[in-house]
C-alpha cells in the first residue's frame, strides 16, 4: 500500500518503503530535518529524496527471516500514521516548489 502511495503522489515506485539499508546523500540532510529515532524516519527520508527530485536506486538483496521474538511488526495505527506522513510530506514539497 505505502509503494503505491509513493508511485501516485511521486511518481516513484519504492519496493521497500519500511526497512533497508540506504545510502544517502550529506546534502539531504542538510536540507532537512530528521529524527533518527522516529519509527516512520523512513517515510520522512523517502519523502524528502523523492520530493527533492534526488534518484534512488533499489537493489534486490537477500533477507533471512527472523523469528517473531526478535521483530517489532509494523501496526495498522503505524501504517496509518505513515500513510499520513507521506501525504502531509508531499503537500510541503508542493509548497516548496511553488515558492
Do not use: H
Amino acid at each position: 500500500m505505502l509503494s503505491l502511495l509513493y508511485l501516485l503522489l511521486y511518481g516513484r515506485y519504492v519496493s521497500d518503503t519500511l526497512s533497508g539499508i540506504r545510502v544517502v546523500r550529506s546534502e539531504i540532510f542538510a536540507l532537512n530535518e530528521f529524527e533518527f529515532n522516529d519509527p516512520a524516519f523512513n517515510q520522512y527520508l523517502l519523502s524528502a529524496i523523492l520530493g527533492g527530485k534526488y534518484e534512488i536506486l533499489e537493489m534486490p538483496v537477500r533477507f533471512l527471516p527472523q523469528s517473531p521474538q526478535k521483530v517489532k511488526r509494523t501496526t495498522v495505527l503505524e501504517g496509518l500514521k505513515s500513510i499520513y506522513i507521506i501525504f502531509a510530506q508531499r503537500i510541503q514539497w508542493i509548497g516548496r516548489s511553488r515558492r
